[in-house]
Structure formats: structure tokens, C-alpha cells
């Protein structure tokens, strides 16, 4: 059965934020001294139904998909670096897989449209198709691709929930997804593609301007329909992005928060957000990439990221490194001492004048 036109997301719960902020007024602290952490504890109880939080164990979802118009040379990578990367994601080689055990993550690899067969043990077997079709030469796939690649996102993501996963961390692979990623937030954005587009894994300037000619007339080729998500998936990609935004759903028909990753996982995001607008509730972005086109990424999503490293790698790592801001947010709710149960005299209340 479609998962998308059944799709029901839950409102926050704003009650039990209520609850969940005036609890934190009786910790032993002074009023706001925990600044976002207070904040970020709220909106968890919000998202969860849950005045104490859960945030563990976390798991990261990441999708694996090559990319047509990476013959065209916009990465520095050549596309069969895709396949050699998820094998070592299954060899724990990565840093998604690092920073994965450093948080007690569980963590899955999904193929989900890599252009050649890769083999190993784990990997979770999903294509769609052997990678994208080439953008300026066609659509990257079908409207049917497009939307059975979504499905597919929220079905591994549901999977992976009623497995116990208390916060999603979704992340990707796939070698030209800068390219598709900023041509999609071009698309979204209605924003001139110079002022979006960036070095991706690490081409030269010369590269970034053909590139930006590239997604020009990949745009002007396929003209997208910016109001349907599906289409502008259908026409510029990619599976991994499609798959990522899937999953992202399905975390929030589950009450289950989302920490977002870097440039193309806030891709994603924004078309979760294009199919629901209520999808962004349950969204926290992990970190502000170095990659150009982020800071507009992030604006539209209307979200504050927690962390700012100049990182840029994508598969998920640099919300994996925010993860224990979120962990911390919900111990402090959890295992902090009242001033009552501490027997803490609290000097702010005893001082505020009466009647």
C-alpha cells in the first residue's frame, strides 16, 4: 500500500512541553542557565509525548545511491568510489561508523540505488535502479522511481524504529549528490544557482564554475515543478535524497526526533517538509556544513543548527557528532536533582517579593 497519500503526522504535543519546562524551572540551576539545552529538552518532549525524553539509543539510517550526471565530472571522485564506500561502511572503516559506535548508535546501510552491485554482510538490499539517469541528458528517473524510492525510505526507517531506535539520524552516499542536492535547492528556493553551489568533495573553482553550468541547464532542461516534491525528485535525483526524506517521515508518524546532517540530508529535509509541512516539528539540525548552499537550506527549514565545525562529509557524521547535545538535553530532565529532592535552598524564589 502507498505510505504517502495515508500519511498522518501527529501535532506536537504542547502540553507536555508545558509540563516538561515548568519541571525545569525546579532543577537545581538557575532559571535559563542551560540556555538551548532547556529548549532543546522542551521541543524533545514535544516531539516524544514524553515529559522525560528518550533520546537512546540513536540509529543511523544511511542510503547509498549513485548519480547520472557524475559523468559529467562534478565531483572529485569518480562514481565507483560510491560502492567502495559502503563496503567500508560494512567493514567499519568510515567515520559514520566511528562516531556511530562512539554514541551507541545502531547504525544500517541501505542501497538503495548504487550503479553497481556491491556484496557484504548488513547491507540492507533495496535498489530501485542501478543510479540515476544523467540530468541534462533526461530525468534522473521516473515519477514511479521517485516515489517508490520515498516509500522505501519510510518502510526501512519504520522498520528500524519498532526495532527500539529513539532518535533517527538518516545519512547518505553518492558520488555527484552535491550536484543533485543544489540543483533541488535551486529548484525549492527559486535562488540563482551561484549563489547555492560550492566545492562539493573538494573540485577545483574552475570545476564549481561548470558545475553551476551544469545545474543551470540540467533546471532550464527539465523545469521542475517546485510545488510537487516528487517531481523535482523525479527530474534531478537522487535515490539516497528520496530515500532520506522517506525515512524522515516515518519518524515522524512515530513521535521519533530527527537530527539532520549536513547539506544534503537538509535536502532531504526540505522535501519532507515540500510533502508535509508539519514533518519540520520533528526536525533538529545537527550542524551547519561548509557547503555553500547550507545557510539557505537551513533558513527555509527555519532551524538553528546546534553545531558549527566547518564540516562537510556527509553520511550522516556531523549529526552523529551532535547526537550527545541531544542526550544531554534529555539527562538533564531526567537525572538532575530537584531543589526539594535536593534539599537546595532556591535563592530566586525565596527572594521574589510576596502577594
Known sequence: MPVLPTLSIPALDLETGCTTRDYIETLTKPSGSLG????????????????????????????????????????????????????????????INVFSNRIGARLHIVDIGVASDVDGEGLIRKKIRY??????????????????AVETGYKQAEEFIH????????????????????????????????TLIGQGSGISREKVLYKRQVIEKA???????????????????????????????AATTNRIPILIDGFICTTAALIAKKISDRATDYMMVGHRSAETGHGTAIQLLEKK?????????????GAAVAFPILESASLMVSEMATFASAGVSNQ???????G
Open 36 to 95: 538551548r539545552l532547556e529548549a532543546l529538552a522542551v521541543q524533545l518532549a514535544e516531539i516524544t509525548a514524553d515529559p522525560f525524553p528518550v533520546v537512546t539509543p540513536p540509529g543511523v539510517l544511511v542510503f547509498a545511491a549513485d548519480h547520472g550526471v557524475a559523468v559529467e565530472g562534478v565531483s572529485a571522485f569518480p562514481q565507483e568510489v560510491t560502492a567502495q564506500m559502503v563496503q567500508n561502511f560494512l567493514n567499519g572503516g568510515a567515520a
Open 131 to 148: 543510479g540515476t539517469a544523467n540530468f541534462i541528458q533526461e530525468d534522473a528517473m521516473t515519477h514511479h522511481e521517485a516515489l517508490q
Open 348 to 354: 530566586e524564589k525565596r527572594n521574589e517579593p510576596e
Open 219 to 249: 533546471l532550464s532542461e527539465r523545469n521542475p515543478d517546485r510545488s510537487d516534491p516528487i517531481d523535482v525528485l523525479a527530474k534531478l535525483g537522487g535515490l539516497e535524497i528520496a530515500g532520506m526524506a522517506g525515512a524522515m517521515l
Open 305 to 317: 543548527p546546534l553545531l558549527d565545525l566547518g564540516l562537510r562529509l556527509g553520511e550522516g557524521s
Open 163 to 194: 526495532q527500539g531506535i529513539k532518535t533517527l539520524i538518516p545519512g547518505e552516499m553518492g558520488i555527484g549528490n552535491t550536484t543533485a542536492s543544489s540543483a533541488i535547492l535551486a529548484a525549492i528556493s527559486g535562488k540563482d544557482i551561484s
